[in-house]
């Protein structure tokens, strides 16, 4: 059974970079692609971007000048960094697999706050 | 910034059979890009529902159906249940955003 876990950090202050990685375990990395989504509190679902295994990316064209992924097949993990945060980006962060999002991570809050 | 638009709420009585519509338009559903839903309950993360437009996951009960026609796409729920109480998100790719979209959501009550 496939699962993902996202981890990183809780809180991050305004103009920082928040960073996540989305490990990947009972399955292999390779060949899907792999999102980031999140979700404000209280509000709906947003994609945020995608990765390949091979490295290639699509963002959310609302988001792209601040949002990099990147992918170690190695580790089974794929990472989010997205800069100059904002209280705006305060949500639930999920990590999701494939083009229909058959599995998906639990989530984990990121608050942005001085 | 959904590009796909559900009813905010619908509702039914436990047994009825109620559907969440999701308009898009043509560079999303029209097109024929697959619509997929999405059942979130409270606190916890999204599970797929239907995949492709009209098929289960394996432990999906069947009371759970999809169609796409045109720029639209529905999620039907027949033989309502308490733990049908939920929202529910659809969600497709979008050519010329070149990426994904999820719709507005719909939060389902059980009367």
């Known amino acids: 059974q496939v699962q993902l876990q996202e981890s990183g950090p809780g809180l991050v202050k305004p103009s920082e970079t928040l960073s996540l990685t989305c490990t990947v375990s009972?399955?292999?990395?390779?060949?899907?692609?792999w999102s980031w989504i999140r979700q404000p509190a209280g509000k709906g679902l947003e994609w945020i971007g995608r990765?390949?295994?091979?490295?290639?990316?699509d963002y959310n064209p609302s988001l792209k000048s601040r949002v990099t992924m990147s992918v170690d097949t190695s580790k089974n993990q794929f990472s989010l960094k997205l800069s100059s945060v904002t209280a705006a980006d305060t949500a639930v962060y999920y990590c999701?697999?494939?083009?229909?999002?058959?599995?998906w991570g639990q989530g984990t809050l990121v608050t942005v706050s001085s | 910034q959904s590009v796909l638009t559900q009813p905010p709420s619908v509702s039914g009585a436990p047994g009825q059979r109620v559907t969440i519509s999701c308009t898009g338009s043509?560079?999303?559903?029209?097109?024929?890009?697959?619509v997929h839903w999405y059942q979130q309950l409270p606190g916890t993360a999204p599970k797929l529902l239907i995949f492709?437009?009209?098929n289960r996951p394996s432990g999906v009960p069947d009371r759970f159906s999809g169609s796409r026609s045109g720029t639209s796409a529905s999620l039907a729920i027949t033989g309502l249940q308490a733990e049908d109480e939920a929202d529910y998100y659809c969600?497709?790719?979008?050519?010329?955003?070149?990426?994904?979209?999820f719709g507005t959501g719909t939060k389902v009550t059980v009367l």
């Open positions: 999701a697999r494939g083009h229909n999002f058959d599995y």
């Open positions: 009972g399955g292999s990395i390779s060949s899907y692609y």
């Open positions: 990765i390949y295994t091979s490295g290639n990316t």
């Open positions: 043509s560079s999303n559903i029209g097109p024929g890009y697959d």
């Open positions: 492709s437009n009209n």
């Open positions: 969600q497709s790719y979008d050519s010329r955003l070149s990426g994904y979209v």
